[in-house]
């Protein structure tokens, strides 16, 4: 059984910072690719960032994230954290925590504002 959930969301002004964290309830953490995406009102979801599997992982970020999004994980505590600082109007979205070991699993979602 895996289970993710996502935490660390709200409302924020533009320029601003939050820290999203998620929870994995799975049993071999360190053997899942892990990331967040997002999906904002009428588009399709997309990946924000992700990080391999094990203790020296590679990271993959969208490009519109880069230099202000960083991703990062702790297989002894099973959390996936994402730092997102410079928040701008487009980051506005529902956040997703995703693990992968043969499939997919996803958390519940988390809402992102960031308005003025």
């Known amino acids: 059984q895996v289970q993710l959930v996502e935490s660390g969301g709200g409302l924020v002004q533009p320029g601003g910072s939050l820290r999203l964290s998620c929870t994995a309830l799975?049993?071999?953490?360190?053997?899942?690719?892990v990331g967040w995406y997002r999906q904002a009102p009428g588009k399709q979801r997309e990946l924000v960032a992700a990080i391999t599997s094990g203790s020296g992982g590679s990271i993959n970020y969208a490009d519109s994230v880069k230099g202000r999004f960083t991703i990062s994980r702790d297989n002894a505590k099973k959390m996936v954290y994402l730092q997102m600082n410079s928040l701008k109007p487009e980051d506005t979205a529902v956040y997703y925590c995703n693990a992968n070991w043969q499939r997919d699993y996803w958390g519940q979602g988390i809402q992102v504002t960031v308005s003025s």
């Open positions: 799975i049993m071999w953490f360190s053997i899942y690719a």
